[in-house]
């Protein structure tokens, strides 16, 4: 594989799980990483705990958008390496071909935006999901991407999204 790496997040609705996923990697992959996130049945919009959680940890939001996964199986699209799952949902789906044949994996996270039981344990929800996210994304970015055969990297993708027994929604 050629750096940069170009990873997909995936999740129902692209607003919450995916876009979290989408900035740590950016944040912790430095520039061994292009990272995009998308959604097979996307909201339309990011959600604003989303948005505030990432601009009080300083992470760059503009340009963060819900979009479609379509946009990444197009003949345009940027080759991509790896494709993430982070909700159940999505990895349930039949996803699209995409261009390149990337190593796929199941990092399945609650969703924060499902929680109702107020404004403020939401808010604890988003830290929450945004602290797992946060060791499998470390766990995968510091990885010996190119000394591993693919095999191996397959089983170590697999075992990051085990890494948090209990927590996926």
Same mark, same amino acid.
């Given at each position: 594989m050629a750096h940069p790496?170009?990873?997909l997040f995936l999740c129902t609705g692209n607003s919450a799980r995916s876009i979290l996923a989408e900035a740590l990697l950016t944040r912790l992959g430095g520039d061994r990483f292009r990272t995009h996130s998308a959604g097979s049945r996307p909201t339309g919009r990011v959600h604003p705990m989303a948005l505030? $959680? $990432? /601009? &009080? $940890?300083?992470? =760059?939001? =503009?340009?963060?958008?819900?979009?479609?996964?379509? /946009?990444?199986a197009a003949a345009d699209a940027p080759r991509l390496d790896f494709v993430f799952t982070v909700c159940d949902? %999505? %990895? *349930?789906e039949t996803c699209p071909a995409w261009p390149g044949q990337p190593m796929t994996a199941h990092w399945g996270a609650p969703d924060p935006a %499902?929680? /109702?039981? *107020? =404004? /403020? %344990? &939401?808010? $604890?929800e988003f830290r929450r999901v945004y602290g797992l996210l946060e060791r499998r994304i470390r766990i995968f970015a510091e990885l010996s991407l190119e000394s591993l055969d693919k095999l191996s990297l397959q089983e170590r993708l697999d075992e990051i999204g085990k890494s948090d027994p209990g927590a996926t929604g």
């Amino acid at each position: 594989m050629a750096h940069p790496y170009h990873v997909l997040f995936l999740c129902t609705g692209n607003s919450a799980r995916s876009i979290l996923a989408e900035a740590l990697l950016t944040r912790l992959g430095g520039d061994r990483f292009r990272t995009h996130s998308a959604g097979s049945r996307p909201t339309g919009r990011v959600h604003p705990m989303a948005l505030e $959680l $990432l /601009e &009080q $940890l300083g992470h =760059d939001t =503009d340009g963060m958008r819900s979009k479609s996964w379509d /946009e990444f199986a197009a003949a345009d699209a940027p080759r991509l390496d790896f494709v993430f799952t982070v909700c159940d949902s %999505a %990895a *349930g789906e039949t996803c699209p071909a995409w261009p390149g044949q990337p190593m796929t994996a199941h990092w399945g996270a609650p969703d924060p935006a %499902a929680c /109702e039981d *107020g =404004d /403020e %344990a &939401q808010r $604890l929800e988003f830290r929450r999901v945004y602290g797992l996210l946060e060791r499998r994304i470390r766990i995968f970015a510091e990885l010996s991407l190119e000394s591993l055969d693919k095999l191996s990297l397959q089983e170590r993708l697999d075992e990051i999204g085990k890494s948090d027994p209990g927590a996926t929604g």
